[in-house]
């Protein structure tokens, strides 16, 4: 089946640092999404990308669509205490209906 | 506006048991779906209901049961627990017609099976 590779596993990094993770597909996907979830909740969507090549913001966070469409980069810029957590990259299967997730980047923030 | 809610939030339950957890969806979402997050991966897709059916589902055993109820809650059975069954299970919530990003999830019911 389909499956999402993230890297790099885990990161430590100091605050007012920039952050820069991937996530790769062995199959073509034409929408990726970046969530972030914190300890004790559910994922929360960050970014939405729809076509390849395409770049987007949400404040200090930048997501891009690879030209491939097997990979998404996220950046986060300036990193703050409060951007500690997993983020999850995701993409549609089943026709959009839902999604598969990677395994995460598990961010930590050093003051 | 409440959003998705799950409940009980924690739960422990020995092998062998059954064990059911409840979701209701985001107000004026009519579609349900439920994940498995094992601790350190991301979440897994069990199901989705709509229309109080069952539409599609991800490569769980039968074991796993579900149903929605007209109000559009939902619950998630799981008959003759494993230990492998302990996770994070979450539920999400969208509204049907809308883009597959629009959806919501709840915080999570936290099964341990000892």
């Known amino acids: 089946g389909q499956q999402l590779n993230q890297s790099p596993q885990s990161m430590f990094i100091q605050e007012g640092e920039d952050v820069s993770m991937n996530c790769t597909s062995s199959?073509?996907?034409?929408?990726w999404l970046w969530y972030k979830q914190d300890p004790g909740e559910g994922p929360v969507l960050l970014i939405a990308?729809?076509?390849?090549?395409e770049l987007t913001s949400n404040g200090r966070l930048t997501a891009q669509f690879g030209i491939t469409r097997k990979d998404s980069f996220l950046n986060i810029s300036a990193s703050i205490p409060s951007d500690v957590g997993i983020y999850f990259c995701?993409?549609?299967?089943?026709?959009?209906?839902?999604?598969?997730f990677g395994p995460g980047t598990r961010l930590s923030v050093l003051p | 506006d409440a959003g998705v809610t799950q409940s009980p939030t924690h739960l422990i339950k020995t092998r062998g048991q059954q064990v059911t957890l409840r979701c209701s969806p985001k107000?004026?979402?009519?579609?349900v779906s439920w994940y498995q997050q094992a601790l350190g991966q991301g979440p897994q897709f069990i199901f989705q209901?709509?229309?109080?059916?069952?539409?599609q589902r991800g490569n769980f055993p039968d074991r796993f049961s579900g149903h929605q109820f007209p109000n559009y809650s939902s619950e998630l059975n799981v008959n003759a627990l494993l230990l492998g069954d302990s996770a994070l299970y979450l539920c999400?919530?969208?509204?049907?017609?809308?883009?597959?990003?629009?959806?919501?999830f709840g915080a999570g019911t936290r099964l341990s099976v000892l």
């Open positions: 999400a919530s969208r509204l049907a017609g809308t883009g597959v990003d629009i959806q919501y």
């Open positions: 199959s073509i996907f034409n929408t």
């Open positions: 990308l729809y076509k390849a090549g």
């Open positions: 995701a993409g549609p299967f089943n026709y959009g209906q839902n999604f598969v």
């Open positions: 107000s004026g979402h009519d579609t």
């Open positions: 209901y709509y229309e109080e059916e069952e539409r």
